[in-house]
């Protein structure tokens, strides 16, 4: 597959699931992520019906699709009856792969107050062990992302902002589990795109997010071009540990996102690689 093909969007809560299959399919796209939080998307609308439908319109296209829970349920709950609803509302997710012939569902590590950081990501890991579980019963896959670093200062972080926080979930060892990595998140911590690509086994990530930033700044996600990412060495050192997966991209609006596709192709060719 061309690179430019292997270069989706991350639609997250902008339109309605049937819609953006739609407007993939006129904008060329082989590839996109959801969210299925809100309005019609919502995870409680899905009857069998809708989501046949979903996934006939998906093979007529072409198109792969992967769905994307949403960062603010914190994974690493551990209050009663609310650890419970977190664990459920994974479960939905990973129920709906399957049904709608979904690639994927993507999940975090959660979020830690400075001082239950431990106990937090006891909790998250668990978690995911359980619902990783489920995954396997039900043959879908879930990946894990590396999410972004929040101030020093601020009260709450998330956690696998770092390879060291990240790792500690990586042992979590099934067909059902893998890895997101989002490279512009890496950019931001000291690591960098190099850091965690020398970490990364590429076999087991399943997806590649993409947005441009700024090194060592603050979370923004800004039209590549924009920032200071390197995205022509990047994929030059993604694409040569064996990546052979999607990139999606995740900033601004759809329309950028799409436009965005062509100038990433470039940085690409013009670090020496094949990208037809």
């Not at 902008?14 to 399919?25: G, M, N, P, Q």
């Not at 603010?72 to 049904?99: F, G, I, M, Q, W």
């Not at 396997?136 to 998330?158: D, G, I, S």
Request: glycine fraction near 6%; hydrophobic fraction near 40%; include cysteine.
């Amino acid at each position: 597959m061309k690179l430019l093909d292997r270069i989706g969007v991350d639609v997250s809560r902008r339109l309605k699931l049937e819609d953006a299959i739609a407007w993939a399919a006129k904008s060329g796209l082989r590839h996109f992520d959801i969210q299925l939080d809100t309005g019609e998307n919502a995870l409680p609308k899905w009857d069998a019906k809708r989501c046949a439908a979903v996934r006939k319109l998906l093979d007529k296209h072409g198109i792969a699709l992967g769905l994307h829970t949403n960062s603010a349920v914190n994974v690493a709950e551990y209050s009663p009856h609310v650890s419970d609803a977190v664990t459920e509302y994974l479960k939905r997710y990973v129920d709906l792969v399957p049904k709608l012939g979904a690639s994927w569902t993507e999940m975090h590590a959660g979020y830690h107050f400075t001082k239950d950081k431990k106990a937090r990501m006891e909790a998250g890991k668990e978690r995911l062990k359980r619902v990783v579980a489920h995954a396997e019963k039900k043959k879908a896959l879930v990946l894990l992302e590396n999410l972004n670093k929040e101030p020093e200062q601020a009260e709450v972080h998330y956690l696998a902002h770092t390879v060291e926080e990240w790792q500690y979930y990586w042992d979590i060892k099934s067909p059902s589990f893998k890895l997101c990595f989002t490279a512009n998140h890496a950019h931001l911590v000291p690591e960098g795109v190099e850091g965690f690509v020398k970490a990364l086994d590429f076999k087991r990530v399943g997806e590649v997010r993409l947005a441009d930033t700024y090194r060592n700044g603050h979370e923004v996600h800004l039209t590549p071009g924009d920032g200071n990412l390197d995205f022509g060495a990047m994929f030059k050192a993604i694409e040569g540990a064996g990546y052979k997966g999607y990139y999606t991209n995740a900033f601004t609006s759809l329309d950028a996102m799409v436009a965005a596709r062509p100038y990433l192709v470039e940085k690409a060719r013009a670090a020496g690689l094949a990208v037809d």
